[in-house]
Structure formats: structure tokens, C-alpha cells
């Protein structure tokens, strides 16, 4: 540290825009980073989040095993509602799940330099948030010792194959694929960082563990060159990426015949949703680690104010698709969709409706105010009331349209039980207590591509 | 080692050259031996070579592979194996009990395939014909016998569900004595005792307490038993009594006369408040001859008009062209004041109830039946008074019935009596300790004799009190000895149905249980106790017959299931005009009262049937409601009141109160709380456990059907009813069909212009794509003309389908597993038309469902048929939320009973036991269309329409459903298909429903919709 006041004070340049006032040099950027990894103390902050998080684990494992043993008619379920919070939260996390993929993607494609400082953890975001989202599709099924493997093509003697028509099996490619293509994305982005962690790590024990995970990083030109350029071709695949899941996931509903969910503004709709869910999710998780590690001056002001931004528009998107459904609800002169929408807005659910109405759309042009999207206590605010919008969106779509929908005498109520409740709460332990683990021991901040930003790397490269 | 195996093999060969012994040598070895006594075989006796050597060889020939000296490569092999599967014996349990087979196979009896027989379920002393199902000996199915009159091959839901009881775990199964297992043989004899101290007295202190008895020959048990004990009293008492009935025909001709309706003749009915189509004797033929008049076939643009006035809305008045929901006062003053217009003679004390509303009404319904003369026919309710009776047959004579829609016959009882008098007198000879012994066959009066009796402790008072009952319930708590009874299905007897055909009751199972019938236990107090039930019957008939060989009588009367000609000659009776009317007849109650109109269930009738689960699960016709009673009132009267859907209300007389919870019902008359009885059983099995409350206390002898000093009092308690359906308006989806007969006239196709078709082109998909091969595309009809909500459909399908049955904690979460449901739709809330509409699977062409399901397991079949791999289910539940008609179920507990082994005995062998997980759903039966078709391509020709009846069609009273294949032009269903009333529902989806409907037409009398 020392080494590097002193540099600063001898020749002063000012930090890049991406970064606060502190992190000129190279060396307090990593210094910075490896040490919040590299230390024997743990703020205690941090035991009882992770505490908690592994409380709920054990709640998710009672759940899921209750779960197995009874079958799934310990949740809510009923005819005519088939899916429940299991649906709802699958949809939920994936869409949290977006926001890491938008940031290290399409940003990265797009050349936005101030990504470099929130992608890594906003990856990490995404790797847990699909992780929670995963189980749900395959414990909900009847039999999912059955489902975890018939929903896979795989070559058998009786030549059956899953049913390539219906859209659950394009959610299996689909989630899938983007699981692998972000781990595989996030791991290899870690690699350079890693080896730093290796090289300071004075314990034997961190030595070996990073050195392995290194995977034999040096730094040497060729290795830059070949990370580069994988960097780039992974970005490129994961982009479609971004905006193919939701769609994908949205065909869940849109290509069935039920109204409120037969939908052809559903996929953008649904992507939009996504991003904006994505990015409130990471700006409740940034904030306080920001400040619990004191990375103010690598998660700026800026980069709240931009993700701040980000938020807006796509929840203007998201609003525009709200108002598309009650307008095609009315043009369509259909009497189904007619009184779907009628139901949302005035029936049995109609109060989960218009919180959904003031969570995703009028709480948050609060954003439009430059001083709301630069205080970080307005900023959590929004975007817990959009995490929970978001929350109440797919409860309506699933639940409300289900509900009510073509045969009149069909129409019965949804009521979640505690079971659906624990298994919820226990994949946000889940997401809690992964993602803290890996602010404990992994680099939660890209440090090798923050010292690009810096005047010196710049003039490098 | 090898040329030990030489060896072995040449002697196996020996062996089985001289396979048989030569007896000869065997004889001559016998006969020297002489002391030898026992051998094991003609070889041993023979004492051959060969024999000695098998002796050595411990093992016979099959098993000597592995008997040769163990090698090190063979030792490895079993070790491998032995490890391999050794944890396979926890997979298959092989039962214990050795399995021998026929020695000689009865005759038709093949494995696979079920054999049918023909008996007759009696219920409350009236029986229907039917016939059941048998597979390897077990009664798996009841369906109706076409060739009995009751129900020409339909049946209602409690006969579809009576099986079910046979299986009951929870029946009684052992005599017990005081609480103790005991024997039969014991039980007699503590009877004999009993009975040789009676003799001395005349049997004074006997008392026999019967349901009603509608068994010729249990009646005449009962009359032997009745000489050799001249003091002894028989009383019969039953808790859904048609007292009133017998009551009424009394006052009108003086004497019981049972009264049969020949409603295929009648042109005009009128119903006051009388269930016509459901539960009472007949109701199954009345709703068939009543259907059959509303086809609307082959351009028939005439239908009858049945006009219903009643309290609560049943099967029948949601049948009715008019409609009105009053009070039993009201319906009283109205019936006198429509006798008056059709100029009847009444004679009232001292005078006469006035009645000023719907004096249009009146006029035009007068008019109506006097145009319709003899064609006509007035009906009234079980449960009303007997004048109203005595009324409705003058009404009947004045019209000129007599003879067309209406016929006597002596009565179906074995002894018809005033019950409530009769169990009153009972109780009071009790009290009053005059009765020593107390034979109850078969009832419940603990729990079903009027609440003032207080049967419970009178009974204290019996010194030997001995019960046949099915169950171990209420009254045998209170008895020393306890038999069990069989079951219908398990014991010989006879019954007369409605018409007085008579049939005999052939059991199709030995007992499960040591459980006896009535009639052995009667047999038993004559001194018949060896004499078979069968042998009983066989002499009762054999002295009524004048058949001239009773051999041929009887095996045609077990293969029809009706004695032939033995039914009643039609009475002439002499009507004693006029009719006395009664005081307090038709007067109006007070305004701040409350009417309480007690009624058996729909569905578990008097109490008996409240272990039944299917019963329990089947949703009322009406209300929807399933496992409980409730206190039905009407929308007006709940918001006059001001109480809600589930609340708890105690419902008070003056010293009785009992507390239950409230369901509105659009049609009951205002001012009038509906209770069902039966419910409330404090003993009973695990299904019935804590289901409904017990509206008996309410019960009088003097009020057997209620009172009209009612008050409610309101509670802030509730108590969650389990209806099937929550929603009662059809949303304007064009769900039900329906014009009036005037409109169809002008428009037969009205139905087809109601929503907008989407054009056969509209389609992605290849319309050959479910083009058929076989010749065979299955298709489906229901006539909702026809349709009157009686759920025997769906009972049916449960016992075909081995359906499960989820209990109302499941059915309130609303997973209720019907296959086929019967929707109910109200057009209104205070004055509502009611329709039903029955839901399969609609087969749609283009199956939403089956695109949606990741793993295939929903596909269509060349057939068209909408199949169901349960195997290959997952469970996403993709199809149902997919599905428009919400006809799929899912399993998502185990429901399927896979423990209780006499369930299994029940379960149909055609059809899997689903698990937990898996997707079901209505197949068309498809197991049937199965057998019909191995059947067609045995005898190598096509299958004939109707040939495959699915278990709902077959079920149906009224002929609602048909199914058939619609490639056939001249197939009944292509037929119904081409009617132009002809509709499929939500076809704007353009999912192509096979399954479709004719639209219901309503013949308003055009007076009465003027004014």
C-alpha cells in the first residue's frame, strides 16, 4: 500500500470515470480485490448472512425431501391451477438470472467500459439464480426420478423420444444451454484473477486450491491473446442467449391456448421483464456488499445511476407490455381474453394485480429523478418493490389466468401452502449463501479487466 | 465327473422310458409284502431299479442340473448370482397360500374375461334390477339390467356405488356380544334361550323392529314367526319412510295401495315438490319415459311439459319447463287451489286454504291439464303431507289418470304400516318395559328413530336386544349381540321393484365375512336354520307360481332377473270423495319463522351409505356439495338474514337445536332451510368419520319432515363445505344451448349459430392426420334434453375406472378425480332455469394437450381416441392447464388405495391403478372398445353400433349419452351428430371436440310466459 501512495503522489492522474478516487494503480486494484478473499478476517456481517442462507438450505432440503416422500400435493396445486409457485419462481429466478448475462455480454460486445466492475459478480448472480430456477421445473413434476432424465433425447430400446413440440422440452435445451455457457463464461473470466489470488496467496493450502483453479494461468502474451479472443466468441454466443431463455420461456405459456397466457408479446416482454428484474436483483445484492467491503471506488456512483437507468427502460418496456395485453384484451373481442382481463384487474386476484401495477410501474419512475438514482438508500428501495413486482407479475400470470379460465364451473382458487412457501424461501437461502460464499473466496470484482480502465492500461492496449 | 453325468443322463432317459411302472410286478410286489403300509409311489411298491437310484439321487430329474460335483467355474457362477439376486426376492413377494387350480372349471369362466348376472338391489323395501359384473368371481361393476322395468338398463348412483360397500373394510365382520368376538352358533343360542322363554309367554316381551320389508318371502318369515309367537309385535321403521304415501293413498281409498306412473303417456305433469327422476321407487323409469319424450328425433317438433312446484331444486325441477320454488304451505294452498280450478271436491275443516299468488300460473296449468285429459299426471312429493296425497289422487281421477299415467297395484310392502307409528309404539312399549327381547334386523333407529322417541334409552329397557346390521354403528353399540349382515351381493332374497316386478336377489359371492342375511336370521327363530336361503325362496315361489315346470321358472327367473308374471294385477280402487282437508293445511307459517323441510341425502339416503366414498365424493345433483349436509337457503332469505356460504348457524326448534353451516341455493323457495339427513354419524367407518351434522335431532315423530317453527340463529364460526363447483354462470361461453320449443320450431339449428365456427381450413395441422384406418372413429353424443344431473354417469365411471376416491380435505383444494363431472349452471339467482351438463374427455381432434407434453405421453390414437401412457407420464400438468374443458385429473398424492385388500377385490382388471404423479383422464372406456374389439376380429366382422357401450352410457337413466363410431353413417351417435340441436362447445378454439351436445329445448306453456 504504502509502495503505492507513494507512486500516486509522485505522478497523480486522475481515476478513470469508471472508477472512484482511490484506485489509480494496478497494484491497489488487486490489492483491493485479493484482499477482501485473502484475509483471515471475515466481517461478521457476513457469518450471519451466510448463516441464514444455510438455515434456509436446510429448510429447502426438509422441503424437497417432504416433498419427494408425499408428492407434490403438499403445495397448493389443484385443477385448474397445475402450476404454482413452482412456476412462478422458476420464471422468477431465471429472470434475476439475466441481468449477469446482459452485463457481461452485450455490454462487453458493446464495448461499455463501466460493466467491467459489477459483471463479475452479477455472473456469479446469474450462475446461483439459474441454479434456483433449475430445481423448480423438476421438482414439480409428478415424478421427477422420472422427469430428470425423459425429458433428455437420449438414445434408448424403446426408441422413445421426448415430444420436441411442446415447450418444456425447449426450457430444458434452453436453460441448459445458458447454465453451461454462463459457468463456462464465468469460470474462464475468473481464470486471470484466480492466478493472482495464487501468486499472493501465502497459505499452502489457497495456493494449491487456486492454483488448480488457475489452471495454469502465467499472464504470458499468448494466454491474453487466447483469453481475449474467448472472451469475445463466449460473449458472442452467450448474447442470443440473453434475449433466446426468456423467450423460450415465455413460449411455456404462449404457445398454449389459455388466455392471459397466449400471447405473442410475450417473448420481448418476458426479456424485458427479465433485465429489469436482473438488475434490481443486483443492485439489492451490490449495495450493501459495496459497502460491507468498501468497493465504493470500483462500484461508483455511476454504476448505480446506470444500472438505475437500465431498470427504467426496460420497466417502461415491461409497462408497455402490460398495457399491450389489456388493449389486445379489448381488440381482440374475444370473450375469453375479455374477461381475463376483467378477472386480473377485478377478480379474486385483482389486489395482486394492482400491487404489480404500483411495484413495476409506479414506484419506479422514481428513476427518472437523477438524485433518486444516485442515492443508494432510494436505489435499494426501487429495487426491492421491483424484485417483488416482478414476483407479483408472474403470480398473475400464472395463477390469475389459470384460475378462471374457459369452463366457468372449472374455475377454483390457488392457495399456496407452507411448503410452497419453504421451498421458496429456501432457494433464496440457497442464492444467499452460494453467493456469499463466492464473495468470500472468489475475486467478486473483475481486477484484471478494471486495470484496463486505468489511463496506463489504456494507453497499453 | 463326466462319465458321472453319463451316467445321470442314461438313467433320467431310463426313467422316463418306464415312466409307467409296471403294475403287474407293483400288484405282485403288494400282494407278497402284505405288511408294507405305505409307499410312496407304484415304483417304490415295485421296488424297480430305477427308483432306488432316485431315492439316492434326493433330487427328481428337473432338478439335477446343478447336482453334479460343484466346480470351481460353477461355484463362482452361483456366488455371482446368489450376490446378484440376492436383494431381487424384496421386489416380489410371493404369496403364501398354494395355488391349486379347477379341477373342474365352472362352466364360461375364463380368465380375462367377466361374466354377468342378473339380480336386484333392494333399498328401502324397493328393488332395482341389475346386473353385475364378475371377474374370476368377483363383483366388480353393477350395471343395469335392460330387462327389468325399473330401469331398462340404467341405473342411479347409489346402486352404481352399492358395490363399494361389499368391499368396505370398515363393515362388520365378526358376531360380536357385548363388545367381545363371538359366534354365530353362540349367538343362536344365547337366541334359543331367549326365544323358549318367550314361547311360554307367547312371546309377549319379542318385539321384531325391520326396515321395511319388501322381500315376499322375508315378509312371510316374518308372519311364521309372528304364529308361533301370537303376542310377539313386528315393527318396521325406516328413516327415509314413505309414511305419507301410504298415508295418503289410505285416506284417498282406504287402504295403502301402491301407486305406479306411467310417465311416457302423460303430456302434462305436474310435480309438487315430488323428485320424480330421482331416488324414490321408479325414479330411474320415470326419467327414461320422461327423456324419451323430449328426443326431438327425426324433425318430431312436439314435446310433453312438466311443470314442478317445490322447496328445494332437484333433479326433476331442474328438468322442469315451468318452475316454482314455494314453501310446503304454499305448495298445499296451491295444489287446493289448482283442485278447485279443475273442479275437484274438497271438503275442508272447517275450511279450505286460500291462496292469491300466482293466480296466472294456476289458471294456465289448469287449462293445461284439462287439455292434456288423460294424458296427464300429477305427482306429489315423498316427503308431503298425506292430504296432499289423497289430493293428487283426486286430481288424478278428476283429470281421468287413472288407468293411463297412473295404476295401482297392491302394496310392494310385505306389510305396509304407519312406520313413525310404529316405531313410536315401540318405544313406548320399551319404556314402559314390556319388551324382553329385541330383535333389530337390519336400521339404525339409534342413531334414525325421531329425536323424541330417545330410542337410546328406551332400548336400556330391553332385557335381550340383538342386531343384523352391515355395520357396528350407533344401535349396536347399544345391543348385547351383534350379527353382521351381507351384503346384497353376498346372500339370496327377493325384491319387488316400483311396478311390483318381482326379482330374485342371486348373490355372486360367498360371504366375505360371517356375516348373515335377514333371512337366516329369521330362518334361524322359525327353526329353519338349516333350511338354505335359496331352498326358502325356492318354496315361497314355488307356492305363487303356476309356472307348470318351476325348474325352468326359476333358472329363467336367476337368467333375467324378473320372475316372470309375477307381478301385481293393476287394483281398481274406489276414491272416497271428497277429500278431507285437513286443519292447519296450507297455512301460511308466521313471518318471523323459518320452514325446516328434512330430507334423505341424494347420495348416502338415510345414514347407511355414509362410509361409502363414492357416494360421499359424487357432488350432489343440484348443490354441488360433497361429504356434508348443510343448511340450504335461499339468496333472498340468506341476505334477509344476512348469513353467508359456510357460516355456522344453529338451527333451532323449541327444545332442539342443531348447529350447521349454510350453503345459498338459487332456486330454494324463500323461507325455507333444506337439511339433508343422514349425515352426522357419531359410529361409523373411516370414510364417513366426522362427516356433516346430524339434522335428526330436529326430528319428531309427529314432524318427520319438519316444522315450520324454525329460527336461525347466526354464529361467527365456519365450516369449509366442499363443492365442485365454485362458479355457477356460464360467462357467456355458450356452454348450455337452449330455446324454447316455439324458437326451435322456426330455427332447429339455433345452437349452431350461437358462437362463431372456426372454419374446417383454419388449421395448421394435416386434416388427414386423424383419418382412420380401422374404419372406427369413436365419437360422442349427450342430449342434454335428457341430461337430469344424477351423477350415475360419474359413479359409474368410478367404479369402471378404479377412480380414487381423495376425501374432502383434497376435494376442497378442488382435486376431486371425476372423469366425467356433471356441470351445473343457474341462468339466475332468485327464479333460475338449471341446466346439467355431463363433461368427459371431449376427444378434441386437435388435442391442446397433447402438443404440450414434453415426454409424449398424451397421444392421439388412430381412433381418435385422446390417449394416456401412464407409464410415461411425468406429471408437468402441462395438458391440464392446457386442456379448455378442464376434464384431466391429477394424482398428486397416492390416492389410489393400494393397501386395503378387499379394495383391490373391487378394482376393474382392464384398467391400471394409477400412482402418485401421473395424469388421468377419461379414456371413452377404452377397455371396453378393446374387448369389443377382440370380440369383432374373433368372429371376423365389424363392430356393431352399441355393441361398445362406455361404463356412462351404460349407466345413464335417461339415454342421454351415445357413443358410437362416427364413420358410420347409420350409427346412432352419427345419427345424434346430424341433429341440427348438434353443438360443440368451445369449437372457436378450433380444438374439434368429438364429444358434443344437443341443445336443450324447453316447452313453455305460451299462457304462462304472456302473464
Redesign the interface.
Known amino acids: 500500500m504504502s509502495e503505492s501512495s507513494t507512486s500516486t503522489r509522485q505522478q497523480y492522474t486522475p481515476p478513470p470515470p469508471e472508477l472512484g478516487p482511490g484506485q489509480t494503480s494496478h497494484t491497489s486494484i488487486t490489492e483491493k480485490i485479493t484482499s477482501i478473499v485473502l484475509t483471515p478476517h471475515t466481517p461478521y456481517q457476513w457469518f450471519i448472512v451466510v448463516l441464514i442462507g444455510l438455515m434456509l438450505v436446510g429448510l429447502l432440503q426438509v422441503s424437497i425431501a417432504y416433498l419427494l416422500y408425499?408428492?407434490?400435493?403438499?403445495w397448493?396445486?389443484?385443477?385448474?391451477?397445475?402450476?404454482g409457485f413452482a412456476i412462478i419462481h422458476f420464471v422468477w429466478w431465471i429472470g434475476i438470472g439475466h441481468a449477469g448475462t446482459l452485463i457481461s455480454a452485450i455490454l462487453l460486445l458493446f464495448r461499455q467500459k463501466w460493466r467491467t466492475s459489477i459483471n463479475r459478480s452479477a455472473e456469479a448472480m446469474t450462475i446461483f439464480a439459474v441454479m434456483c430456477a433449475g430445481m423448480f421445473p423438476l421438482i414439480?413434476?409428478?415424478?421427477?426420478w422420472?422427469?430428470a432424465y425423459?425429458?433428455f433425447p437420449y438414445p434408448n430400446s424403446m426408441a422413445?423420444?421426448?415430444?420436441f413440440?411442446?415447450?418444456?422440452?425447449w426450457d430444458?435445451f434452453a436453460v441448459s444451454t445458458y447454465f453451461t455457457v454462463s459457468l463456462v463464461f464465468w469460470f474462464l473470466g475468473m481464470v486471470p484473477d484466480l492466478a493472482s489470488f495464487r501468486d499472493r496467496a501465502k497459505h499452502r493450502v489457497t495456493r494449491v486450491i487456486y492454483g488448480v483453479l488457475a489452471m495454469g494461468w502465467r499472464g504470458s502474451a499468448v494466454h491474453w491473446e487466447r483469453y481475449e479472443m474467448t472472451s469475445l466468441m463466449l460473449a458472442g454466443l452467450a448474447t442470443p442467449l440473453v434475449l433466446s431463455v426468456h423467450s423460450v420461456i415465455s413460449l411455456?405459456f404462449s404457445?398454449?391456448?389459455?388466455p392471459g397466457w397466449h400471447t405473442t408479446i410475450f417473448p420481448p416482454y418476458f426479456v424485458a421483464g427479465a433485465i429489469y428484474a436482473g438488475f434490481a436483483m443486483v443492485l439489492l445484492l451490490l449495495i450493501p456488499i459495496r459497502r460491507l467491503y468498501g468497493l465504493q471506488d470500483f462500484i461508483t456512483l455511476r454504476h448505480l445511476e446506470n444500472m438505475g437507468k437500465v431498470m427504467l427502460t426496460a420497466g417502461l418496456i415491461v409497462a408497455y407490455g402490460y398495457f399491450m395485453e389489456q388493449f389486445i384484451a379489448w381488440y381482440s373481442a374475444s370473450?375469453?381474453e375479455g374477461?381475463m382481463m376483467q378477472n386480473r384487474m377485478f377478480g379474486d386476484y385483482g389486489s395482486f394485480y394492482w400491487a404489480l401495477i404500483l411495484c413495476n410501474i409506479a414506484i419506479p419512475q422514481f428513476l427518472w429523478s437523477k438524485r433518486v438514482r444516485r442515492n443508494t438508500v432510494w436505489l435499494m428501495f426501487i429495487s426491492f418493490v421491483i424484485s417483488v413486482g416482478m414476483w407479483l407479475e408472474r403470480f398473475v400470470i400464472v395463477i390469475t389466468s389459470?384460475h378462471?379460465?374457459?369452463?366457468?364451473?372449472?374455475?377454483?382458487?390457488f392457495y399456496p401452502t407452507f411448503w410452497d412457501w419453504a421451498t421458496y424461501a429456501g432457494t433464496i437461502g440457497f442464492f444467499l449463501f452460494a453467493f456469499f460464499l463466492f464473495v468470500r473466496g472468489m475475486p467478486v470484482i473483475a481486477a484484471h479487466e478494471i486495470r484496463t480502465l486505468l489511463p496506463f492500461g489504456k494507453k497499453e492496449k | 465327473m463326466t462319465d458321472q453325468t453319463v451316467t445321470r443322463k442314461q438313467l433320467d432317459r431310463k426313467l422316463l422310458d418306464q415312466e409307467h411302472a409296471n403294475m403287474a410286478e407293483a400288484r405282485e410286489k403288494s400282494a407278497r409284502s402284505g405288511g408294507r403300509d405305505y409307499w410312496r409311489s407304484l415304483e417304490e411298491l415295485a421296488g424297480t431299479e430305477e427308483f432306488e437310484i432316485m431315492l439316492q439321487r434326493e433330487f427328481p430329474e428337473q432338478a439335477s442340473e446343478w447336482s453334479d460335483g460343484v466346480s470351481r467355474r460353477n461355484f463362482l457362477k452361483l456366488m455371482g448370482a446368489s450376490l446378484a439376486f440376492g436383494g431381487l426376492t424384496n421386489c416380489t413377494i410371493q404369496p403364501e397360500e398354494k395355488i391349486v387350480p379347477w379341477v373342474r372349471a365352472p362352466e364360461n369362466m375364463i380368465p380375462g374375461k367377466p361374466l354377468y348376472y342378473a339380480t336386484a338391489m333392494p333399498l328401502s323395501g324397493v328393488g332395482t334390477g341389475i346386473l353385475v359384473e364378475s371377474h374370476m368371481g368377483r363383483p366388480t361393476k353393477i350395471e343395469g339390467n335392460p330387462e327389468h322395468p325399473a330401469g331398462l338398463g340404467g341405473t342411479d348412483a347409489i346402486t352404481q356405488a352399492s358395490i363399494l360397500d361389499l368391499y368396505d373394510p370398515d363393515r362388520a365382520t365378526v358376531v360380536r356380544n357385548a363388545g367381545r368376538i363371538a359366534t354365530w352358533g353362540g349367538f343362536l343360542e344365547s337366541l334359543d334361550q331367549e326365544l323358549s322363554v318367550q314361547r311360554s309367554k307367547k312371546g309377549a316381551g319379542l318385539r321384531i323392529l325391520t326396515e321395511t320389508v319388501g322381500s315376499p318371502t322375508l315378509g312371510q318369515q316374518l308372519n311364521f314367526l309372528l304364529e308361533e309367537f301370537p303376542e310377539a309385535r313386528w315393527h318396521q321403521y325406516e328413516s327415509a319412510t314413505r309414511d305419507n304415501v301410504r298415508l295418503g293413498s289410505s285416506l284417498a281409498f282406504g287402504e295403502p295401495v301402491n301407486t305406479y306412473f306411467d310417465v311416457a303417456k302423460a303430456d302434462v305433469i305436474l310435480s309438487l315438490d315430488a323428485d320424480l327422476f330421482y331416488g324414490g321407487p321408479g325414479s330411474v323409469r320415470y326419467a327414461r319415459d320422461y327423456t324419451a319424450r323430449r328426443r326431438l328425433r327425426n324433425g318430431d317438433k312436439e314435446l310433453n311439459r312438466l311443470y314442478v312446484v317445490e322447496t328445494s331444486p332437484s333433479s326433476t325441477g331442474s328438468m322442469a319447463d315451468h318452475r316454482l320454488a314455494l314453501d310446503s304451505a304454499a305448495i298445499e294452498a296451491f295444489a287446493v287451489a289448482l283442485a278447485g280450478q279443475l273442479g275437484v271436491e274438497l271438503k275442508g275443516d272447517p275450511d279450505l286454504p286460500t291462496y292469491q299468488d300466482n293466480t296466472g300460473w294456476i289458471a294456465a296449468l289448469a287449462a293445461d291439464l284439462r287439455s292434456a285429459g288423460a294424458a296427464s299426471l300429477v305427482v306429489v312429493g315423498d316427503q308431503q303431507a298425506p292430504a296432499l296425497h289423497a289430493l293428487g289422487h283426486a286430481i288424478n281421477k278428476s283429470l281421468g289418470n287413472v288407468g293411463t299415467t297412473v295404476h295401482y297395484t297392491d302394496p310392494l310392502e310385505a306389510d305396509p304400516v304407519d312406520e313413525s307409528q310404529s316405531i313410536h309404539e315401540l318405544a313406548a312399549s320399551m319404556e314402559a318395559d314390556e319388551v324382553e327381547v329385541l330383535i333389530i334386523v337390519g336400521g339404525n333407529p339409534v342413531f334414525d328413530a325421531p329425536a323424541d322417541l330417545d330410542f337410546a334409552k328406551a332400548i336400556e329397557h330391553v332385557g335381550f336386544r340383538a342386531q343384523l346390521s352391515f355395520y357396528e354403528d350407533e344401535t349396536s353399540e347399544l345391543c348385547h349381540w351383534h350379527v353382521p349382515q351381507s351384503h346384497y351381493l353376498e346372500a339370496w332374497s327377493d325384491i319387488r321393484a316400483y311396478d311390483s316386478t318381482a326379482s330374485i336377489v342371486q348373490p355372486l359371492i360367498q360371504p366375505l365375512y360371517n356375516s348373515k342375511s335377514a333371512h337366516e336370521l329369521l330362518g334361524a327363530m322359525i327353526g329353519q336354520a338349516g333350511l338354505p336361503v335359496r331352498d326358502a325362496l325356492r318354496e315361497y315361489w314355488q307356492q305363487e307360481t303356476f309356472a307348470d315346470d318351476f325348474e325352468e321358472f326359476w333358472v329363467r327367473a336367476l337368467h333375467d332377473g324378473i320372475l316372470a308374471d309375477m307381478t301385481f294385477d293393476r287394483l281398481r280402487v274406489r276414491l272416497r270423495s271428497p277429500i278431507k282437508i285437513p286443519r292447519g293445511f296450507g297455512h301460511p307459517r308466521d313471518d318471523d319463522e323459518l320452514e325446516l323441510a328434512l330430507r334423505p341425502d341424494p347420495l348416502i339416503w338415510d345414514g347407511r351409505f355414509v362410509n361409502n366414498g363414492w357416494l360421499q365424493e359424487t357432488p350432489r345433483p343440484v348443490t354441488k356439495l360433497t361429504w356434508d349436509n348443510a343448511a340450504l337457503i335461499s339468496p333472498a332469505t340468506a341476505q334477509r338474514l344476512g348469513v353467508e356460504n359456510e357460516q355456522l348457524v344453529d338451527l333451532t326448534l323449541p327444545g332442539r337445536s342443531a348447529k350447521a353451516p349454510v350453503w345459498i341455493v338459487p332456486g330454494q323457495a324463500d323461507g325455507v332451510v333444506t337439511v339433508q339427513l343422514g349425515y352426522g354419524r357419531r359410529l361409523t367407518g373411516r370414510v364417513g368419520e366426522g362427516s356433516g351434522f346430524d339434522a335428526g335431532v330436529l326430528r319428531t315423530s309427529t314432524d318427520m319432515w319438519g316444522s315450520t317453527a324454525l329460527k336461525l340463529i347466526k354464529s361467527y364460526d365456519r365450516k369449509p363445505l366442499a363443492c365442485t363447483?365454485?362458479?355457477?354462470?356460464?360467462?357467456?361461453?355458450h356452454?348450455i344451448r337452449h330455446a324454447d320449443l316455439e324458437h326451435y320450431r322456426h330455427h332447429p339449428d339455433f345452437a349452431r349459430h350461437e358462437t362463431h365456427e372456426a372454419p374446417a381450413s383454419l388449421t395448421l395441422y394435416n386434416n388427414d392426420e386423424f383419418s382412420s384406418s380401422t374404419g372406427n372413429a369413436w365419437g360422442m353424443a349427450i342430449d342434454l334434453n335428457a341430461c337430469i344431473g344424477c351423477n350415475a354417469c360419474a359413479v359409474a365411471c368410478q367404479a369402471e375406472n378404479n377412480i380414487p376416491v381423495v376425501g374432502k380435505k383434497?376435494v376442497l383444494?378442488?382435486?376431486e378425480m371425476a372423469w366425467i363431472?356433471v356441470?351445473?349452471?343457474y341462468t339466475d339467482l332468485d327464479d333460475p332455469e338449471i341446466f346439467h351438463?355431463p363433461?368427459p374427455c371431449q376427444q378434441c381432434e386437435n388435442a391442446?394437450c397433447e402438443?404440450?407434453?414434453?415426454?409424449?405421453a398424451t397421444t392421439h390414437s388412430e381412433e381418435g381416441l385422446n390417449d394416456m401412457a401412464y407409464n410415461?407420464?411425468?406429471?408437468?400438468?402441462?395438458c391440464?392447464?392446457?386442456c379448455?374443458?378442464?376434464v384431466?385429473?391429477?394424482?398428486?398424492?397416492?390416492y389410489a388405495d393400494r393397501d386395503t385388500p378387499t379394495l383391490k377385490l373391487q378394482r376393474n382388471p382392464d384398467v391400471t391403478v394409477r400412482?402418485?404423479?401421473?395424469?388421468e383422464k377419461c379414456t371413452y372406456c377404452t377397455q371396453r372398445i378393446n374387448a369389443v374389439r377382440i370380440a369383432s376380429k374373433k368372429r371376423g366382422s365389424p363392430i356393431l353400433d352399441g355393441e361398445i357401450k362406455t361404463a356412462c352410457e351404460q349407466a345413464c337413466p335417461t339415454e342421454a349419452i351415445v357413443f358410437g363410431n362416427v364413420l358410420d353413417p347409420e350409427s346412432r351417435v352419427s345419427d345424434w351428430k346430424a341433429s341440427p340441436r348438434n353443438y360443440g362447445i368451445?369449437t372457436d378454439?378450433n380444438t374439434k371436440p368429438r364429444t358434443t351436445y344437443l341443445a336443450r329445448v324447453r316447452n313453455p306453456n305460451p299462457a304462462i310466459d304472456k302473464g
Open positions: 408425499e408428492g407434490i400435493g403438499i397448493g396445486l389443484n385443477v385448474p391451477v397445475g402450476w414439480h413434476t409428478g415424478r421427477p422420472l422427469a425423459w425429458l422413445v423420444w421426448p415430444q413440440r411442446s415447450p418444456l422440452i430444458v411455456d404457445v398454449s391456448i389459455l370473450v375469453y374477461f389459470l378462471a379460465d374457459f369452463m366457468p364451473s372449472s374455475w377454483d382458487m | 363447483q365454485d362458479h355457477h354462470s356460464m360467462e357467456d361461453r356452454l383434497e383444494n378442488g382435486r363431472r356441470d351445473r349452471y351438463q363433461m391442446p402438443l404440450v407434453c414434453p415426454v409424449g410415461r407420464c411425468v406429471g408437468t400438468r402441462y391440464s392447464n392446457n379448455p374443458y378442464k384431466r385429473r391429477f394424482n398428486f398424492l397416492q400412482a402418485r404423479g401421473v395424469m368451445l378454439l
